[in-house]
């Protein structure tokens, strides 16, 4: 059986800059793997060729061994791939509740079945007394939740979350691990880039970092904080092992 995601010698450039260099790994049914690296490391563009909005150069992303690079964004969410967005994408004039219905429809086309849907899913991500609020009118957390709440609606297989805990406080941080892991309940696989290590070490199962493009290393937890070639181009010596 081939793994949910399979990322195989993928390759991206813009212009002179190798956003993405022969990036190979793959992403378990039913994991939490991390996807970690400095600022730069095409992180997010690995993200865009994964969702569909970029057509990696070279190599190729298969969903359950089907190929879906190249085939594009609609093409990609249709196959299961969801995602969110490092800045916040969300229609701001509509109301929560058609903003999460745009992913809703996607899966139940008459309106009825895709407000029952999406109310679901504003329930399971505690934004149920938001639903008719514009969506400019949230608070930060509530406008990350929302993000959540969209590409959920889609009923994805795997879900690409990019920094979504960036900016929030420890408590709104710890609010969003509590939804991730209930998403994962769920049997939904979960790639996530996040930078704030004590918030994402210990959600997932492995991880990947990227550095100037390319895989620097991919382990548990435990061996990418013991990593030498991780603490010098990524953690500092913060997380340096004990002498
Ligand atoms: N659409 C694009 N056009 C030009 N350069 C891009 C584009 N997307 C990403 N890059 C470049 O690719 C590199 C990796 O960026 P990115 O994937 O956003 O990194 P990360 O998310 O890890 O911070 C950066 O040098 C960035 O400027
Ligand atoms: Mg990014």
Redesign the pocket.
Known sequence: MPALLEIDHLSKA??G?A?NVDISFDVEQGEILGLL??????????F?SISGE?TPDEGEIRLDGRRISGLGPVACAEAGIARTF?VVRSFDSMTVLENVMVGAFSRHPGTHAAMRAATDVLTFCNLLERADRPAHALSPPEKRRLEVARALAIEPRIILL?EMLTGLTPTEAQEGVALVRKVQARGITILM?EHVMEVVLPLVSRAVV?DL?KVLTIGTPEEIVHDPEVIRAYLGEKYAPAA
């Open positions: 813009f212009g800059v956003a690296g400095p600022n730069g490391a095409g992180k997010t563009s690995l865009n970029v490092q990019d880039v990227l493009g």
